[in-house]
């Protein structure tokens, strides 16, 4: 939050988009979805690990085997405790409107309106849809989808980062070797994070944004 330059009119609207979006009421037929993607290191034990005994710690070696880079995607809709997470090898464009496309297929079939909220990662924009897809079929596919952007250099203020952070020290503190072996196990986090509804209380407000930028910035209004 701290890294912004100045405070200019277009970071000031966007967050407080945001803010107001994040302050509506749970709708079914109009979901709010955060999503963001995390790359991960694959990675293999030189040497197996020795258990844990009575008396004696766990042990693994310090070495370990490089077996490529994956890639994640995480959505989440905050307020109806509900993710999806997907392992792909890439995180181009191709692989982002494919899973874009899944959601909006399947999963959020049935929603009148769908809210999107993204960084601004190059992949993330219309165009992309355009160039994967076509026009005409992107336009049918994003009809009924609204994108809120974070402003730049504040990628906090999407929450798909808040569950990233719990799918890292829940799921990912480990040497994972291969894809097949990420994708089961955090297929199983979740399942198990979507069966007891782990939502996301958001609580900062824009009361609390204007409040604490005020103390660091003087805004700068672009015309």
């Known amino acids: 939050m701290w890294c912004i330059g100045a405070l200019t009119e277009e970071y000031r609207q966007r967050m407080y988009g945001l803010l107001a979006l ?18 991960l290191q694959l990675l293999a034990h030189s040497r197996e690990p020795v258990p844990m005994a009575p008396s004696a710690p766990a042990k693994q070696d310090c070495e370990y085997v490089r077996k490529g880079t994956t890639n994640l995607f995480v959505a989440v809709e905050p307020k109806a405790g509900q993710r999806i997470v997907s392992v792909t090898d890439h995180r181009g464009k191709t692989d982002f409107v494919a899973f874009v496309q899944t959601l909006l297929s399947d999963t959020y079939a049935a929603a009148r309106r769908v809210h ?16 994967v897809l076509g026009r005409q079929a992107a336009s049918k596919l994003l009809c009924r989808v609204r994108f809120h952007y974070t402003p730049k250099h504040a990628s906090w ?4 980062e808040i569950e990233i952070g719990i799918l890292s020290r829940q799921c990912l503190d480990r040497r994972i070797a291969s894809a097949d072996l990420l994708q089961s196990e955090v297929d199983a986090w979740q399942t198990n994070r979507n069966e007891q509804r782990r939502t996301i209380e958001w609580k900062f407000t824009r009361q609390d944004a204007d409040r604490k930028l005020g103390r660091h910035y003087v805004p700068k209004l672009t015309r």
């Open 22 to 39: 994040y302050a509506k009421p749970l709708r079914a037929d109009e979901p709010v979805i955060c999503i963001d993607e995390k790359s």
């Open 116 to 131: 999107l909220v993204l960084d601004n990662l190059n992949t993330h924009f219309r165009k992309c849809f355009d160039d």
């Open 157 to 160: 203020l999407n929450m798909a």
